[in-house]
């Protein structure tokens, strides 16, 4: 992979990382464990309990999902700084760029995705 393709790759994880980040730092959530300081759901006895229960829920696995994402554009960025990106974990063949344009966070072929 030319190092152009490299560098806009890079740039394009560390937009999307930093943008998962800023979502867990508005509800004071770590991005590497299961703390949340405020979710800015009130959860009350009564009819509107079940509502509140269900929207923090939602908030919660969505912060998950943020932490998820961090997670595994910080293993790209490293997989980019060790010169192992764009290499399958499988099967080690080269992951093509056009791939990789389209999804960065692959770490597999598209052989090796089709059979896992």
Do not use: F, N, W
């Amino acid at each position: 992979m030319d190092s152009a393709t490299l560098d806009r790759l890079r740039e394009q994880l560390q937009e999307d990382r930093t943008a998962h980040l800023e979502q867990l730092e508005e509800h004071g959530a770590s991005p590497y464990d299961d703390a949340v300081k405020d979710t800015g759901i009130e959860v009350e006895a009564g009819a509107d309990a079940g509502q509140a229960t269900e929207e923090r829920s939602e908030l919660l696995a969505s912060l998950e999902q943020a932490r998820q994402r961090v997670r595994a554009v910080d293993e790209a960025l490293h997989r980019m700084d060790e010169g192992t990106y764009g290499t399958c974990v499988d099967c080690g063949d080269r992951i093509p760029a056009e791939r990789l344009e389209i999804r960065p966070l692959s770490v597999r072929c598209v052989r090796c995705a089709e059979t896992s």
